[in-house]
Every structure is written in structure tokens, then in C-alpha cells.
């Protein structure tokens, strides 16, 4: 009997880098909606910026929305809704992709159903969504991380065959705490030390400490050739990125909110299985089966 071991194994006692195991571009015949140089930057640097993709009309229906979704969901009290911490301003509401007709179409435009089936080489269904706001004066940062080491501990996804979309919906400026990402880092698994607890959910996505990597890591990775990237533009700009890239972002303290939407798009061949780490599965609205 073939024993198969996780290459990707996390929270325990010790750090370790070791080499992505899987491919960044899949091989396809799933079409050429990015070019080739598209496609060999996203493969080189694990992700691809893309200012202004929607048209200017959609981009106006965008703000709006997400505006009045802002609007409708400040007193719900409902799970899906996550708020800062130490105060209730709306950090994130996940789950939009499902419970929202207007962010359900957009997770299924055909544009960026295209790219990702071209990057992971199959189909793909949405494992996350979520908007972060990111008030202004108030909006917390998200400090690094690799969405895949959660994914692979606290969700049970396999293999690297994931990618997100962040579509802005406000502008990301410099000063507003846009997504920042290490070039290359998408190429090493960094494991991460710690016990996940029990519902981990409850409070990471307030604020995380647990699949945070250590200092040591983190320069070394920022090391290795590129540094870090800030890609900012305005409303209606597209980030796409790796699931197993090294990201994140400062809080706001401006005035302007910066509102993203994130898309996670996975293959059909990469469905989840049981948590790596052991834990009970998160809810759905976190994470889809
Ligand atoms: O726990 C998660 O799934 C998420 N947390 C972060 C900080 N990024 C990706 C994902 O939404
Ligand atoms: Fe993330």
C-alpha cells in the first residue's frame, strides 16, 4: 500500500521552509484569456495586478453595492459578519458569493472564471468570499500569512491548487493598508508553531495568532530576491494571487476605507478532506464543501 505523507504539515513544535511541492500554473487547455507574459509573471512572482479590469460603469455598480451591503449589515447580528477588534465596526463579511445575488454573479463572471481555470488547469468552484472593509481611521491590519497554511490545517484543503481575486471596490492607496505581497514567496511552505485551539475561527478572523510565521522566516524570505510589492490602483483594479503566497496589510488610519473583495477560486480536484491539523472542520460560510 502506497502511504502517502502531508508534505504540508504546520502548528507543531519546530519552524521549517521547505519547497512548494506542487506547480503554480497548471497545465491546461483551458484557454489564453491572459497572455504569456501574464501567465510566466504570475508563475515567477505568484501573482498579477491588473488596474482598472472592470469597465468604468461596473466599477460605479461595485462601490455601490458594496455600499449598500456596508449599509444593510451594520446592526445584524449574524456569524458571517466579523468585526474589528475591540470595537463593532464591520471588518469582514464572508459567504457574500453565497448570500448575495449581486456579489453571487460577480463570483461567477466569466472573465474571472477564465483566468482561474487557465491558472489551475481545471474547473473551479469558490472556496471563500469575503469583502474587507477596512474602514477608514479604524480598519485593522491582517498580519502575514499563507491563506493555504490555514486552508491545508484548519479547512483540510490538499494540495496548492487555489487561487484569490481581490477586486477593489474603493481605491487602494498606499496610505489606506492595500495588500502587500512578498514576490516568490509563493515557491516555500513556511510551517508555523503553535497549537491551533479550539474554534480557532472565532477570534482569527479578528485578529490571528495561530499559522503566523516567525521573524527569522519571514526575512528570509523577503530576502530571497524581491522584497515586498504593494500593488495599489483604483476602483475596479484586479489582484490575483497564489493561495500559498507570504501577504498582508497595514490598518487604516486614513480617512478613505479600503474595500476589497476576495474571491477564492479552487480546482474541483483540490476538494477539501478533514482538517490537516485534526480540528472539526470550520462552518461553511468559511470555508465550502
Ligand atoms: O482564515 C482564513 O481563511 C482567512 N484568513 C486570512 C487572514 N486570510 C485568508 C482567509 O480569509
Ligand atoms: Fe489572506
Known sequence: MLIDTDPYVSRGERVHVTERQDPVIYPTDHGTFLNREQIAFYDHHGFLFIPQFFSEQETRQLLAEQQRLWETSQSLDDPKIIREPGDETIRSIFAVHDHDPFFAELAHDPRLEAMARQILGSDTYIHQSRINFKAGFSG?????????????????????????????????????????????????????VGQTPKNHYQTSLRQQRYGIPDHESLRWLAEQGKGIEMPTGPQGSLLLFDCNIMHGSNSNISPYPRSNIFLVFNSVHNRLAAPFGGTEPRPPYIATR
Open 140 to 192: 485593522k491590519d491582517f498580519y502575514w500569512h499563507s491563506d493555504f497554511e490555514t486552508w491545508h490545517v484548519e479547512d483540510g484543503m490538499p494540495r496548492m491548487r487555489a487561487l484569490s481575486m481581490s477586486i477593489a471596490l474603493t481605491e487602494n492607496y498606499a496610505f489606506n493598508g492595500p495588500v502587500m505581497v512578498m514576490p516568490g514567496s509563493h515557491r516555500y511552505f513556511v510551517s508555523c
